[in-house]
C-alpha cells in the first residue's frame, strides 16, 4: 500500500515568509509526528498528534512552528516569519497509534521528507 | 534527560566483512531501543527494535542489535556487509513513559570498499 507521502519535496523560500509543509499519513493511522532533521544530525521531534488533537507538542522550537491536523489524517507543519536556522529536513511519520499500551507494536514509518532552505 | 550517542561518524568496511555500529543511551531506566537506517532520498526505515524480553534482537536486512544494561548500549551487527547496506544508521530510544517521542542520535555513516 502506499506509504506516507510529504509535499513539497523541496521548497525555497526567503526570510521571513510562511511555509506550510504537508503529510500524508498511510491510511487509517491514527498516530502523526513531525521532526526536523539538520545537516549532519539526526531527526528531532517537533510535534505528535494522536487524533486531530496534539498530544505532544514539546519539541517545537518556539511559537512561529505550529502544526494541525484537523480531520485526522492529513496534517500541515506551518513556519511563520522563517530564519535561516529553519533550513533542515522535515520528516514526517504515522503510526497505527496505540499509545503506551500497544507501543510495542507502534512502529513509526517515515515519509521522505521535505527539504526546506530558507534563503 | 535522554540522550544516545553514536560515538562514530563515519565507518567504512569491506564488503563481506563484519559490522559493529556502536551505540550509548544515557536515562534512568531501561527506555525502548531503536535502529533506523537512513538511505539517500529515501525515508528511515525501522531495523529492529527492542521494548523487553530477549535482550538479542533480530532485524531485518540481516542485521541484529544487543541490549546490554550494564553498558547502557545497544550495538548493531551485521555478519557480513553488502554494498546495498552503505546508508545513515541511526540509534534511538524512547522513554517507556512517553513512547511516542523518540531521541534519536547523530548517525554513523557506513561505507563499504568493493
Known amino acids: 500500500g502506499a506509504g506516507v507521502s510529504q509535499t513539497p519535496s523541496n521548497k525555497v523560500t526567503e526570510k521571513g515568509k510562511y511555509v506550510e509543509l504537508r503529510c500524508d499519513p498511510i491510511?487509517?493511522?491514527?498516530?502523526l509526528y513531525w521532526y526536523r532533521q539538520s545537516l549532519g544530525q539526526g531527526p528531532e521531534f517537533l510535534i505528535y498528534?494522536?487524533?486531530?488533537?496534539?498530544?505532544?507538542d514539546s519539541g517545537l522550537p518556539n511559537d512561529r512552528f505550529f502544526a494541525v491536523r484537523p480531520e485526522g489524517s492529513v496534517s500541515t507543519l506551518k513556519i511563520q516569519r522563517t530564519e535561516r536556522g529553519d533550513s533542515a529536513v522535515y520528516l514526517c511519520a504515522s503510526s497505527h497509534g496505540q499509545g503506551l499500551a500497544g507501543a510495542s507494536s507502534d512502529t513509526q514509518y517515515f515519509g521522505p521528507g521535505t527539504r526546506l532552505t530558507v534563503l | 534527560a535522554q540522550s544516545v550517542t553514536q560515538p562514530d561518524i563515519h565507518i567504512t568496511v569491506s564488503e563481506g566483512a563484519s559490522l559493529e555500529l556502536r551505540c550509548n543511551y544515557s536515562?534512568?531506566?531501561?527506555?525502548?531501543l531503536f535502529w533506523y537506517v537512513q538511505s539517500p532520498g529515501q525515508g528511515l526505515q525501522l531495523l529492529l527494535k527492542y521494548f523487553s524480553g530477549d535482550t538479542l534482537v533480530q532485524g531485518i536486512k540481516g542485521f541484529e542489535a544487543e541490549f546490554k544494561r550494564s553498558q547502557s548500549s545497544f550495538n548493531l551487527r551485521k555478519p557480513s556487509v553488502h554494498w546495498s547496506d552503505a546508508a545513515e544508521y541511526f540509534c534511538?530510544?524512547?522513554?517507556?513513559?512517553?513512547?511516542?517521542?523518540?531521541?534519536f542520535g547523530s548517525g554513523t555513516r557506513l561505507s563499504i570498499r568493493p
Open positions: 536515562y534512568g531506566a531501561t527506555p525502548y
Open positions: 534511538a530510544v524512547a522513554a517507556r513513559s512517553s513512547a511516542s517521542k523518540i531521541i
Open positions: 498528534f494522536q487524533g486531530t488533537g496534539a498530544a505532544d
Open positions: 491510511s487509517g493511522h491514527t498516530a
